[in-house]
């Protein structure tokens, strides 16, 4: 094999930068290709939109009254269990939540 004299001399550890340099290239391309959108499609079939007519679904949750350990908040109007009271101000409760 000839050896050309005139040409600049590499090291090993330029060559193998080099080599991996062009394999991320080619990775980098790899990771760029169109099979991405086809699993977008799949994912927004699950999405539901707002303002979506839902009349044909049936809703089964089981509603129970306020129970002796709850109080509705006077802020907020969400029904919370006494440990979230935080505080009466004139005859209504407020949540931690709201008096925060």
């Keep these: 094999m ?12 330029e ?10 290239k080619a990775k980098r391309n790899e990771a760029q290709s169109g099979v991405v959108d086809a699993d977008e499609s799949e994912i927004a079939e699950n999405f539901e939109l707002p303002g979506a007519d839902l009349s044909g679904e049936e809703m089964t ?6 129970q002796a350990d709850e109080f509705t908040c006077s802020s907020c109007f969400l029904v919370h269990h006494r440990s979230r009271l935080a505080e009466e101000r004139s005859g209504q409760l407020v949540c931690r939540d709201c008096a925060a």
């Design 15 to 24: 060559e193998i930068a080099e080599d991996s340099l062009e394999e991320l």
């Design 61 to 66: 949750v089981k509603v129970l009254p306020k």
């Design 2 to 13: 000839a050896t050309d004299y005139d040409a600049p001399r590499r090291s090993e550890s």
